[in-house]
């Protein structure tokens, strides 16, 4: 089975930052799409980051929210995305979500939740 767990949320004032990471287990597809979303009460799921993998070819796409304050970082050895999240605002705080695609998903689409099979249990991030 596969299983994203995400660690890393906490309180922070703004201004701070934060590191989320994002294990994945029991995922062997080759070309797919992982990324972030986050929810804030009362408001849809949005993207916040996404990378694309296939073989030797990856890239990243931001949210336009977070560019140039929020990172994607990836290790394949145990095949974790950190989100890096740098000069933190009230505004970001959520639950934030890891997601990803099945094999041969694509990040086309990447800012729509559907567009993924698995996801994690979420992790909360206060911004003060």
């Known amino acids: 089975d596969v299983q994203l767990v995400e660690s890393g949320g906490g309180s922070v004032q703004a201004g701070g930052s934060l590191r989320l990471s994002c294990r994945a287990s029991?995922?062997?597809?080759?070309?797919?799409?992982m990324a972030w979303f986050r929810q804030a009460p009362g408001k849809e799921r949005e993207g916040v980051g996404a990378?694309?993998?296939?073989?030797?070819?990856?890239?990243?796409r931001y949210g336009d929210s977070v560019k140039g304050r929020f990172t994607l970082l990836h290790t394949r050895a145990n095949n974790t995305l950190d989100l890096q999240m740098n000069t933190l605002k009230p505004e970001d705080s959520a639950v934030y979500y890891c997601?990803?695609?099945?094999?041969?998903?694509?990040?086309?689409?990447?800012?729509?939740?559907?567009?993924?099979?698995?996801w994690g249990q979420g992790t909360q991030v206060t911004v003060s």
């Open positions: 997601a990803a695609t099945g094999d041969d998903g694509s990040c086309r689409d990447w800012q729509n939740p559907r567009e993924f099979s698995y």
């Open positions: 029991g995922y062997t597809a080759s070309t797919y799409c």
């Open positions: 990378r694309y993998s296939e073989d030797r070819i990856s890239f990243t």
